[in-house]
C-alpha cells in the first residue's frame, strides 16, 4: 500500500515542501494530497488526519506521522537502502544538527522574504533587515561547506529542509558569493524541485499578502 502525503498548497508550503522533495527526489513511492490553505474548512479536513491540523502529514496506513523532522526519520527507518542521512555516523549526526537549526531558525529571514515559489525572480535583490542579513551570513557558511553539490555530497534530507531557503535567495535576487550560488544552482536543478515549482505555478489559489512582496 502507497503511503500518502499531505501538503498544502505548492505556492506558499516550504513546509510540506520539504519531506515531498526528499521522498521525490529518492524516488520513494507516495500518493500526494494538496489542502488548500488558509480556506474555510482547510483545518477541519486536517484535524481528521492528525490532531495539529497542520501539514505536512504522512500517512501509512493507519499511522500518522506529523511535522516535517518527524516524518524523515520515520522515512529513514522504513527504507534504510535510501540515502535520507548521509552513511557516516558523524555526517548524519551533522545533518540533523543542521536540519534542527533549520526547523526551528532563521526566522528573521524568513519573515523578511516570504516563500512564494510561483513568483518569478525578481530583476533587482530585495533589501532586507539587520537580522536578517545575520540570518543570510549563517546560512552562506552553511551552503559554502557544502561536499559536493549537495550538503554532504549526496542528495539527503538536509537538502531538502534547506531548498524553501533556496527558493528565497533566488526569488529575492539576494547577492550571495559564488560558493553559495553554486549549492543553490543545484538544488534548484533538481527536477523534482522544478516539478515543485510548476506545480505552485499551475495552482490557482493566492494569498494576496504574499503575491505583491
Request: glycine share 6%; with cysteine; hydrophobic share 45%.
Amino acid at each position: 500500500m502507497s503511503m500518502t502525503l499531505f501538503i498544502g498548497n505548492k505556492a506558499y508550503s516550504s513546509w510540506s515542501l520539504r519531506p515531498w522533495l526528499a521522498m521525490r527526489a529518492l524516488e520513494i513511492a507516495f500518493v500526494e494530497v494538496v489542502t488548500p490553505l488558509f480556506v474555510e474548512g482547510s483545518r477541519e479536513k486536517m484535524l481528521a488526519v492528525a490532531p495539529t491540523g497542520k501539514v505536512p502529514v504522512l500517512l501509512d496506513g493507519d499511522l500518522a506521522i506529523w511535522d516535517s523532522l518527524a516524518i524523515v526519520e520515520y522515512l529513514a527507518e522504513k527504507f534504510p537502502q535510501k540515502n535520507i542521512w548521509p552513511k557516516d555516523a558523524r555526517d548524519r549526526a551533522h545533518a540533523r544538527a543542521l536540519c534542527c537549526e533549520m526547523h526551528s531558525g532563521f526566522q528573521a529571514f524568513r519573515q523578511n522574504c516570504p516563500t512564494n515559489f510561483r513568483r518569478d525572480k525578481r530583476a533587482g535583490p530585495r533589501e532586507i533587515d539587520e537580522a536578517a542579513q545575520a540570518d543570510l551570513a549563517r546560512i552562506e557558511a552553511i551552503f559554502s561547506a557544502a561536499r559536493g553539490p549537495f550538503l554532504f555530497g549526496d542528495f539527503s534530507a538536509a537538502d531538502a529542509f534547506f531548498a524553501p531557503l533556496v527558493s528565497r535567495i533566488d526569488t529575492y535576487s539576494l547577492p550571495v558569493a559564488a560558493r553559495t550560488e553554486k549549492y543553490c544552482d543545484a538544488i534548484l536543478g533538481l527536477p523534482a524541485f522544478s516539478a515543485w515549482r510548476e506545480g505552485a505555478k499551475a495552482e490557482d489559489w493566492v494569498i494576496e499578502k504574499w503575491e505583491g512582496l
